[in-house]
């Protein structure tokens, strides 16, 4: 199971980004997924997550700012960032499987967003 975040990069306060986790290695249509942050010297911290049915979940930091959707046809799962603050600057990691808003699953390696 390999999963690859891309997507991540600099942008300004009340700016956008969009990331993406390609997904392969397995078929993740029927689980739970996560998109989670890890900041610089604290611990990770749940964004979003589809359940099983597909219902999106938010942590209340990123509620109606992040839109979290995924692809099933190319195996690709989005984070829809929007109106970004300084808080938002982190790692941001997509996950199979999930404990509420954590992962307990493969995770990738993350993107890096930079709120500036």
């Known amino acids: 199971v390999q999963l690859v975040e891309s997507g991540g990069g600099s942008a300004q306060v009340g700016g956008s980004l969009r990331l993406s986790c390609a997904v392969s290695?397995?078929?993740?249509?029927?689980?739970?997924v996560v998109w989670f942050r890890q900041f610089p010297g604290k611990e990770r911290e749940g964004g979003a997550g589809?359940?099983?049915?597909?219902?999106?979940t938010y942590a209340d930091s990123v509620k109606g700012r992040f839109i979290i959707s995924r692809d099933d046809a190319t195996s690709t799962l989005y984070l829809q960032l929007n109106d970004l603050k300084f808080d938002d600057t982190a790692m941001y990691h997509c996950?199979?499987?999930?404990?509420?808003?954590?992962?307990?699953?493969?995770r990738g390696k993350g993107t890096q967003v930079t709120v500036s």
């Open positions: 589809l359940d099983s049915d597909g219902r999106p």
């Open positions: 290695g397995t078929s993740y249509s029927s689980g739970c």
């Open positions: 996950a199979l499987g999930a404990s509420g808003l954590l992962p307990n699953g493969s």
